[in-house]
């Protein structure tokens, strides 16, 4: 071993020689005494190094790292150090070897600080800022030294900061890599908040660094320095200070000018998103132009419960500005990865997965007296039915118009008898003295229909909307209105209240009086069985609004044929965010053409006049409508503020208005600016909903897919922390998209998703009703009443017995019950668009409906949140809380739809009755396809690696039996999107109360995208209401197939089920080829389950003696798991040893 003060260190493995004189052998040569001393020598070890370590990759420098080289070179740079006066040529050597040592060894930043070399390489650059051979090796050190934070700091203290900017200067072409390493090494040191605080002096001359090289460095040879003065600016504007220096340098106008500069020239993107960053992070925050962001319109609540949100919301001192804080400064820097193309949200729901194992077995029930749960009784006729006398007449339609003045009552209420319709106004030309209906004329002839509130106002209203005017009102009355109930009054103001005593409002005339005013209604009856505008219209009437609306909205009156051409999910079109953000920028650049006029605005009693033709008009003032305010930024540009659900200040992101006044052919920007996810599927290529009446008259009633340069970022819009869950620092998000429109004076409607109001619902509800064949039983009963006074209806569907026989009763009674509900969450329209597919399928005269109605009797909650759609809610109800939270311990009061709902599966349980399947429907507004969440506790536990031994956690898999044939025959389902693990987050919503509590195991969430499918034969389509509805039937003939596989035997003979498969076939629900490539079989069962599938794979290749075709395997296989999941699962569980 050699014993020079090197250490004896072999440079390759275990024989080779010690740096000190490359002589010594190691281990068992003679010890040779080093001369350390000897310059010459020292060097010469060095250029050999030098040279070792220049070739080889770095391989080389790994195994020289790896065997303790740093440390002797660190060590080595001190004791030269301490040379008066050290040699120059050691030094130069020594850096180099170690910039190169020091990028592949991790922990050197460290190495060098304990060596105390840091000082050693300070100081000699402090020494030698004009020797440019010497500087560079040892700036290429300080570099590596600076990205361990620690020393950052440290050499921040010794005054490194200051030390850079001494090197780096204006445009030069000498010295080019000196300058871009200083820049690297003070783009490192500035991460440093402290070093940033030193360096914020000299923001005003990086800018000016940066503007000179701009200008010098014309071929764009010099990017990276560039950029690199661009990324010490970045560091700097972390602090808050910083942003402030930027912004009082002109740092804004600086960076637009040369950014909007480098546009044209691709290779410059990294400048001008580096750039836009810092732009965003320093562009002034501003208020949301708004008096407060509680919703414009309050509900006062009967009941309050102290320290509940509306309580919080409404003790706040009078006075008091919620739109933003005093304090509002983001001094963390904030993400910067939300740029073009950004990452995908990070999957963080690992740390939401139940760990309590107690919670995730069936609750020990302290279950309600069954006394108290007997008044549910009353909702199961069906249950008790003998069918005695056999008469159809007991089933109709019960009451859903029939109690707008009902009083608010906690407990369920039955309404004996349906109110009869008033019968129905033939659709020719309105008869004298009759309430006249709209009727069709020649196209283009469009005027008000005016709806008053009296009920025998027949005569005298034709005065609202159809007197000429001058210049665009009288474009309008010629062009289009729209259709009101008219008189209602108060445009909010928060006031609302009380709306009990609303009296039903009634078509009225006002379209006799002039001849334009007749509106031609696009004849949808054979395309729209479901669909009657004057039957609407009726509906709207009986439903009460915390806002009184007095609208009716085009695209509910007319409804909607789903287009047959397909709507492909749009490819973003490159840079389009970074434009968008431009643009928001250019308006503090050139505040000048800034308008900044409002033209819509609920906050002010009367929404401002708009002046003649200048500006869009705006209104959303009907049922699921929620603008709260519009302002027109620009002569094309309109920025739009959505209302927050009612009695809470937050929750945007459903949006309903209507738009006129438009020029044909004007590029229209619309920003929603009050958005509050992260992210949105409008950066995927999801487009807005666009319905036009012009269209919708020339027979073409449909909302389509619309929208170009779409997306989505976060603004400079502060969010108070009041709204932000006591986060301080946050932003809203910008949903933008730009639009062109073709027809004048049209009247164009733009929506989140496809509209589905709670009108829709009971207007559908009453034709559906008219479906019904003599085999159908259907009822229709209110639940209860909601906190806005609407009713909650419950319907069960099942088929009538065959016969009075006793077996027949039996049998009738005893069906499996099917538990639905859907729209808890009033933004997800398109579960309510799933539910319309289920509801029709069910009531259907298919053989397969009718085995489906004999299989089972269903009982569905079609709208868990009426308050909540009606009134333009994205998340929640009137007691301004998400529904779907409440499921643990629902208040009759205050969740009166979610207490009751529950309350009936209580019921349920309690005579033993628990559904077979619940699921509640839902929209998703993150993910693509359809899918399901479902409740295992095994598969939770697996996720957890909680330490439970399998023996402990004997579950049936059935769970998975749906999902699984759900994904075999629905194309927009996709099997490997679907969850069973139950999050600590969703233990209180109703798949996991319903799973746990009332002890189904078939609970779900069926999660339906807003955007459109990444998979099968919808991939790459945007989903329509077409696709939603075909959802919601194939879940139908899911459940069907569900039945097959779960009854005994002898129900397999039944004849109607026997065709199953055929029926498939033909109703184009098509069924996978069972013998998938394995792959796809790993892709469907679950990672756990996979362990298991290759023991039974070997064990059915055993069983079946000679190994079989794997296709057949395979096929056998998919069977079990279709057949018996549970059945695999203890095979699994037996043949694992432990
Ligand atoms: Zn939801």
Sequence with gaps: MCMCRFGGVCMNGCVSVCVCTYKCLCPCSPVIECNTQDLQSILNILYILNELLTVGGGRRIGVFVSKGGTGILLQLVISASKESPPSEEVMLQLHSVLAKVGQKDRKFGVKARLNGALNVTVNLLKQNLQNYKLLLPCLLVLQVYSSNTVNAVSLGKNGVVELMFKIIGPYSKKNTSLLKVSLDTLGALLKSKTNAQRAVVHVPVLLYIYQDWHRNDTRHRHILIRKG????????TNIKLGRKAFIDADGMRILYNTSTECLSVRTLDPLINTSSLIMRKCFPKNRLPLPTIKSVFHHQLLHVPAGGPVAQLYNQPLGMDDVVDESDNNEEAEAENDMENEVEEKDHHNDDIETDINKLRPKETHSRPFEELKIYERFF????????????????????TATPAAPKSHRPIIVPTAQALPPKTPTAAPLQGECPHPAPVPALDLDTINITKDQDGCGDHTHSRTHPGAGLEQELVQGLERVSLDGAGPQGGGGGGNKHNRQPPILAGGVASSEEGVLHVPDTALLLPLHDPDLYVEMVKSTSSVPQFSEVAYPDYFGHVAPTSREHILERVYGVQRTKIFQDIERLIHPNDILDKVVYDLDIQSCPVVDGGESLKFNSQFESGNLRKAVQVRKFEYDLVLNSDINSNHYHQWF????????????????????????SQFNYGMQVLMYSVQEAISGRPRWVRTGTDICYYKNHFSRSSIAAGGQKGKSYYTMTFSMTFNHKDDV????????????TLKMHLQKLEALRTPQTYLREDVLCE??????????????????????QICQFRNRPLVFLSSRVHPGETNASWVMKGTLEFLMGSSPLAHSLREAYIFKIVPMLNPDGVVNGN????????????????PSPELHPTIYHTKSLLQYLAAIQRAPLVFCDYHGHSRKKNVFMYGCSLKETVWETNISATSCELHEDLGYRTLPKILSQMAPAFSLASCSFVVERSKEATARVVVWREIGVQRSYTMESTLCGCDQGKYKGLQI???????MGAQFCVALLRLKRLTSPLKLRNHAHLLDVESDLTETRCKVQSLAGPLKDIQ???PKPLLRCLGCVLRVVVLLGGEPSPQSEVLSTLEQVFIKDLSVLCSFHLSLVPD
């Design 1024 to 1030: 329509g209401t077409r696709e939603l509805e075909e």
């Design 748 to 759: 164009c409607y733009f929506a989140y998703h496809y509209p589905y109001t709670y009108s």
């Design 786 to 807: 909601t906190l806005g006074g609407n009713s909650c209806p419950l319907l069960t569907i099942t088929a009538m017995p065959e016969s009075t026989s006793n077996d």
């Design 1083 to 1085: 892709r469907l069962v």
């Design 656 to 679: 309903y208005f209507e738009v006129s006044g438009m020029r044909v052919g004007a590029p229209y920007r619309f920003n929603i600016i009050n958005c509050e996810k992260s992210n």
């Design 381 to 400: 006729m069906e249950l008790s039915e003998d069918f005695q006398v056999m008469q159809y007449t007991f089933v109709s339609l019960k009451g859903v």
């Design 229 to 236: 003065i661009l990324s010490c600016l970045k560091n700097i």
């Design 874 to 889: 994205h998340r929640c109800s009137l007691s301004g809380e998400d529904l779907n939270r409440q499921w643990q311990n």
